[in-house]
C-alpha cells in the first residue's frame, strides 16, 4: 500500500479525474453501442420488416446447444460443458478454502466465477436441447414442432434471407429465437472471451515478470486459474454454435468497470492495498495505465472475434456437408438490431 487511500487528499486531484474521464468515456461507450443495437423498440421494428439481411445479434433457440458439425450429438457438447462446470467449480472452491474469500477481490477470480456460471447455464441449456432434440428425433415432439412454427409466424419475414447467413447444406425454414436466458448465455460467453484474454495476458505479460524480478512463487491455483478458463473457452469455441457479434463488447466494458467502480468504492471506505499495482490512483502514471487498460479491452475481443472467423473457414473447408453454424454477413451499420 503506497498511501492512505480513505483520506479525501487522494481522491481529490488531477490524476483521479483524469482516471474517472477514461471510466465515464467507457461507459458512454458502452451504453451507446447497448441502446443502438440491442435495445427493444429498434428490434421489434426491425422484426416487423422484410429484409434479407439478418439482424447483427439475432440469436436462435438451436444455436444455444447444438454443436457446430451435424456428426458431433448434441449430447457431447453436454458432457463437455458439465465437465468444465465441475473442474471450473471444484478449482474455485479449492481456491475459497485455500486462499479465503480474499480472492474475490482480484479481477481474475471474478472472471473464473463468470467462466463457471457460463458453463453451469450452457449445461442446463444443452440438457434442454437433448431432451428437445430427442423429442423430436423419436417423432414424440411433432405437436412441440406444430407449436414453435405458431411462434415463428410472427417471425417469418425475418428469417427469409436466413439461408444466405448459413452453412450450405442448411435448409431454410421459420426458425425459433433464442429465449432471455439464452441471449444472457450468448453475452457471458462474448464478456467471457474478452476477460479471459485480458486476464492471461495481463497476468502472463505484465504482473508475472514483475513477481519474477521480486522472487515470487506461483503456486497451483494461481497458474490453473491463467490457464484452465482459457483452455475450456478455446474448447468451448471449437464446438459450439454460438454467434459473435462485434457490438457486444460493450458488455466487455462494462463488467471492467464495474470491477474498477467497486475497487474505487471499497478503498475510499477502507484503506487498503490495491490488487493490482496499474490501479493504484496515487501513481502519476495511473491515468496512462488506466487508460491503456481500457485500450487493451479491444485488441483482446478482437483476438476472439479472429478465432470466430478461423473456426469458421476451417470447419466450412474441412466439413462443408456437416458444418452448421451461421456464417453471418454483417449489415451496415445503421441497419443493426437485434431481438
Known sequence: MTANTATPSYWLNWRVLLCAIWVLISMVFASILVSKYEGLRNSKRRISRETEDEPAGILYEDEVWKPCLKGIHPVWLLAFRVFAFLVLLILLILNVAVDGGDIFYFYTQWTFTL???????????????????????GGVGTENENFDAEQGTDEANSSTGDAKHLGSNQEPRVRQTAGFWGYVFQIIFQVNA????????VFWFIIVPFLEIKDYELN???INMHTVNAVFLLAEIALNCLRFPWFRISYFFLWTVVYVVFQWI????FSLWWPYPFLDLSSPFAPLWYASVGLMHIPCFSIF?????????LLLKWFPQSYQ????IPQ??????VP
Do not use: R
Not at 467462466?115 to 428425433?137: A, D, E, P, R
Not at 471499497?266 to 471506505?269: F, M, R, T, Y
Not at 472475434?305 to 473457414?313: E, R
Not at 451496415?332 to 438490431?337: D, F, G, I, V
Open 115 to 137: 467462466i463457471t456460471i457460463y458453463f453451469g447455464l450452457g449445461s442446463l441449456l444443452s440438457m434442454y436441447g437433448c431432451y428437445h432434440n430427442h423429442n423430436k428425433v
Open 194 to 201: 474478452g476477460a479471459v484474454m485480458l486476464t492471461d495476458c
Open 220 to 222: 497451483f491455483f494461481i
Open 266 to 269: 471499497v478503498h475510499a471506505s
Open 305 to 313: 472475434v479472429l478465432v470466430m472467423k478461423m473456426k469458421h473457414n
Open 325 to 328: 453454424c451461421a456464417i453471418h
Open 332 to 337: 451496415k451499420p445503421n441497419e443493426l438490431a
